[in-house]
């Protein structure tokens, strides 16, 4: 908290850093809730707003203050965390006592000559967001993070020392940061939100905003640029309770079966998905911290199983010596390098055939983790104005991509070349 002996002018510090925040950039700046909750467009201004919002806390006068920046991951803690170290050693490199990446924490002398401390946090270990109270927090991409971590474990670093919080985000459905938007949306003494378009920067190009909307869905266009609460909005896959009505099936004598294979990274699961020539799911193999050797094993079986089952894999990094391997076991085996662009056809591919209705899933009970991880998969925006699919936090994508994977073999069949041209889809 500042001194109160001291005055800190923020709008001169911003002069004086050679930043002139747009019209929303200096509403939420001049702007005391202790609450304040961002939800707008890609490219906005979010980042940069946040973090100039950091910086003048930590600046202002205090014998000491600490503040955090979360994110879901500390990749996405970083883009708000790395812009302020960037303007830190531009423009108040006399005032920095230590700054490190690799550590996440930035150490300031502030105005009145104590010392300010900002740390990058990550989400993803929750035990870690426990223990000292806060001056401040930021949160970046606040809609990804799971309920109780506002709830449990950063709202209450607050209390003691009277902090305050701002969350930045693009709005992803109606959960519990929709709820705090619209408690911000009535007067209140706590929160306070703000819900702006992307073409509201005046800095962004509207032509290019416009070329987006022709080359994404309108429902995810409305979502990442409209800045609009919709249910679903992101959902990539559609109708997947619809096609989750298959039974596992024994193979049958001289029928060709695909398969796909999504190998381990570390904390994600190796999958195994096999589909007859039905489009069928015929049976899955799901599996984490299991020794290479057993997972060869595994493999081998039930591609033999399923009359030595043509396997598609994913050929990037890890997955090179493992193709390498089963090529040499004699293992029917076709490598997929993953690139953004032949991860881009892959899905495309998974979502056409759902559309069309040429797949069959397991109904939810004999693989639950199929069922959630195809309902979750969603598409998001970059800041670089790229559409991406992926999962969301604390969920995997191991056996979306199995199922692609095989799915894509299917498409193709044993004579077809494995990278032919990516499926096109038109948006409607």
């Known amino acids: 908290m500042a001194d109160r002996k001291y005055r800190f002018d923020k709008l001169a510090f ?5 930043y002139e925040p747009h019209a929303g950039q200096l509403e939420i700046h001049l ?12 490219r906005w201004g979010k980042t940069l707003c946040a973090a100039m919002e950091g910086l003048a806390a930590a600046m202002a006068p205090s014998k000491r203050s600490f503040g955090w920046v979360v994110a879901p991951t500390y990749d996405l803690a970083n883009k708000v965390f790395r812009e302020m170290i960037l303007i830190a050693n531009r423009k108040l490199r006399h005032h920095v006592i230590k700054v490190s990446e690799r550590s996440n924490v930035l150490q300031l002398r502030n105005m009145a000559g104590g010392i300010s401390e900002i740390r990058a946090k990550s989400a993803e270990n929750p035990v870690s967001l426990l223990g000292e109270g806060l001056d401040c927090v930021i949160i970046d991409e606040a809609a990804r993070l799971k309920p109780e ?3 449990s474990h950063i709202s209450q670093r607050l209390i003691d020392r009277k902090g305050w919080a701002l969350l930045i985000s693009t709005p992803k459905g109606k959960g519990y940061l929709f709820e705090l938007f619209r408690r911000g949306q009535v007067p209140d003494l706590i929160y306070k939100s703000w819900n702006s378009p992307s073409w509201a920067n005046p800095y962004l190009d509207s032509a290019l905003i416009e070329e987006q909307r022709q080359q994404i869905p309108e429902r995810v266009f409305k979502q990442e640029y409209g800045a609009s609460f919709i249910e679903g909005a992101g959902a990539v896959f559609r109708f997947v309770r619809e096609a989750a009505t298959g039974e596992w099936l024994q193979p049958e004598e001289r029928a060709t079966y695909f398969a796909g294979l999504d190998l381990a990274k570390v904390e994600d699961y190796t999958v195994l998905v096999v589909l007859n020539k039905a489009g069928q799911v015929v049976a899955m193999d799901r599996y984490n911290r299991v020794d290479w050797t057993i997972q060869m094993a595994r493999i081998l079986a039930l591609t033999e199983k399923y009359n030595h089952a043509a396997v598609t894999v994913d050929s990037t990094g890890a997955g090179e010596p493992i193709y390498e391997a089963l090529k040499k076991e004699g293992c029917v085996v076709r ?3 993953f690139t953004q662009k032949s991860k881009a056809a892959l899905v495309d ?7 069309r209705r040429e797949l069959v899933l397991p109904r939810p009970e004999l693989m639950p983790e199929l069922t959630d991880e195809m309902e ?3 598409y998001s925006v ?4 790229n559409l991406r699919t992926e999962a969301p936090y604390g969920f995997h994508d191991d056996c979306v991509i199995g199922l692609a994977l095989a799915a894509w073999a299917l498409k193709r069949g044993s004579r077809m070349p494995l990278l032919a041209a990516p499926p096109k889809i038109i948006y409607g």
């Open 31 to 42: 702007d005391e809730h202790p609450r304040r909750v961002v939800a707008c467009g890609v």
């Open 149 to 151: 971590i506002w709830q």
């Open 382 to 385: 970059s800041e670089q104005g």
């Open 14 to 18: 911003f002069r004086d850093l050679g």
């Open 335 to 337: 490598a997929y390098p």
């Open 349 to 355: 591919n998974l979502v056409i055939k759902l559309e």
């Open 376 to 378: 979750a998969f969603e």
